[in-house]
C-alpha cells in the first residue's frame, strides 16, 4: 500500500495503520489461527490438518497454507518419496504469532457457552429486527 507524493511512489511507513489492517485480516481469519494452533505441537501433514480443523474444506485449507506460507509464519517441506510426504510447519515468525494469539483462542474456548447463550437470548428477543 504505498502512496503518491509529486508523481514519485514511497514505500509504506511501518507504523501505517493501513498495513497493519492487511496483516490482521490475513492472519486474524478463524482458519489461519486454528491452523497455526494445531502446528504448536510441531510438523504437520496435510491430512493431519485436515483432520483437526473442524469444518475446513480441502480447497479452503489449500488457500490458507498458501497463504501463511507466503506470508512467512509456516513452511512447506515435500520429501521425494513414494507418495511424495508434504509436511507443515510454523517459522519462527509464526511461533511467535502462536504465542501472541493463544490467550485470544483461549478466551473463546472459555467463553464459548457464554457467547452461545447470550446469541441465544439475543436471537429470541421480539425486538432485534435491523434499525
Not at 447470550?118 to 429470541?124: E, I, N, V
Request: proline share 8%; with cysteine; hydrophobic share 35%.
Amino acid at each position: 500500500m504505498s502512496g503518491t507524493v509529486g508523481g514519485e511512489s514511497r514505500p509504506p511507513r511501518p507504523e501505517d495503520p493501513c498495513q497493519a489492517r492487511e496483516v490482521l485480516g490475513i492472519v486474524g481469519d478463524k482458519w489461519s489461527l486454528l491452523i497455526v494452533r494445531n502446528l504448536s505441537q510441531g510438523p504437520r501433514r496435510f491430512t493431519e490438518l485436515k483432520r483437526a480443523v473442524d469444518g475446513i474444506s480441502q480447497r479452503m485449507l489449500t488457500v490458507t497454507l498458501r497463504g501463511l506460507e507466503r506470508d512467512g509464519i509456516l513452511t512447506r517441506t515435500v520429501r521425494n518419496v513414494m507418495p511424495p510426504h508434504v509436511s507443515y510447519e510454523l517459522t519462527p515468525m509464526g511461533r511467535t504469532l502462536r504465542e501472541a494469539t493463544a490467550p485470544l483462542l483461549e478466551w473463546s474456548i472459555t467463553h464459548l457457552t457464554h457467547i452461545d447463550a447470550a446469541r441465544a437470548a439475543y436471537d429470541a428477543r421480539p425486538d432485534t429486527s435491523p434499525a
